[in-house]
């Protein structure tokens, strides 16, 4: 088995707290690429257009590893590399700051807010919990571990340096993390609870709602009333076995309480501006595990608190 080569350090320094873009030319058995600007123009023709491409060279944005700008005239040489920024889309600022909750050498334990990301994906870029954390705390290894649904706020786990983050991400991996979420939703007399939902979820790419079929399950999760509330709503303790895309929120709205404020379930809403004062009422409060450095079992609590009022 080929052992894979450690990627080399890139001559950029992060920009708004995100890492810049590393392009490894791959061989090229057809020989279709004479020159460095004709991979580029293959590779990123398609998303900037060629004269996007063009600009980006002209401007000096494609540097290679001793940081100097590339010249797309250059021949090509297959697994050479180089680095570029990419342009970030205007993203709203998301009012909520994220609370430190515990750090030392190893590990950051957050507080994610509601719509906050936690990392880079789509539209979602430098208003992400990673990038924000980055920055703020000037810390530019800095990964998380797993990762919490925009929607949700609570409990993220980030590793300081880059050589600890499997043995973290292998926790999540093997389920030997216990975590505890914390629901508001519909009071229902006539439901017998606590209760565990097993069912088979399957979340298409592109499509906001995940769905129930039939077939072996793939998601377990255990509800249970913790308070009833006033104005006929209650605060339910969701403890998951498994991890799917939106399985509380999925199994909450199988039992027929879908979790107040819940964009997706059971109807999608419309597509349209945040409202940042109806956040989704679901939270990771609780993170406990051995730790893979020093074996020290590890509990955090989350500081936030969900409103109970509709």
Request: glycine share 10%.
């Amino acid at each position: 088995m080929r052992r894979r080569t450690k990627a080399p350090a890139s001559p950029l320094p992060q920009r708004n707290g995100i890492d810049p873009v590393r392009v490894r030319l791959p061989d090229d058995p057809g020989g279709s690429w004479v020159t460095v600007r004709d991979h580029l123009v293959a590779r990123f023709g398609g998303a900037i257009g060629v004269d996007g491409v063009d600009a980006m060279l002209a401007g000096g944005r494609f540097v290679g590893g001793d940081g100097g700008a590339v010249d797309g005239g250059a021949a090509y040489a297959a697994g050479s590399h180089l680095w570029f920024h990419r342009d970030f889309p205007v993203e709203e600022r998301v009012p909520f700051e994220i609370g430190v909750v515990h750090r030392d050498e190893r590990i950051v334990v957050v507080d994610k807010p509601h719509f906050l990301a936690t990392m880079p994906r789509g539209r979602h870029v430098t208003e992400t919990a990673l990038a924000r954390l980055r920055r703020e705390l000037g810390l530019a290894e800095l990964q998380p571990a797993h990762r919490l649904d925009r929607l949700t706020a609570g409990l993220v786990l980030f590793v300081v340096r880059a050589e600890d983050r499997g043995a973290y991400q292998t926790l999540f991996r093997d389920r030997l993390v216990r975590k505890e979420y914390e629901a508001v939703a519909a009071y229902e007399p006539g439901l017998a609870l606590p209760v565990t939902v097993r069912s088979r979820i399957v979340k298409e790419r592109g499509v906001l709602a995940a769905q129930e079929e039939p077939g072996e399950p793939n998601s377990e999760s255990r509800i249970e009333l913790f308070e009833r509330l006033d104005g006929g709503l209650a605060r339910y303790r969701l403890t998951p076995v498994t991890g799917r895309t939106h399985q509380l929120r999925v199994h909450m709205n199988a039992l027929g309480i879908p979790i107040l404020d819940d964009p997706v379930y059971p109807v999608v809403r419309p597509d349209g501006p945040e409202d940042f004062a109806r956040p989704l009422r679901l939270l990771a409060r609780t993170l406990e595990f051995p730790d893979p450095i020093t074996g020290d079992v590890r509990t955090f609590e989350s500081r936030l608190r969900l409103s109970g009022r509709g």
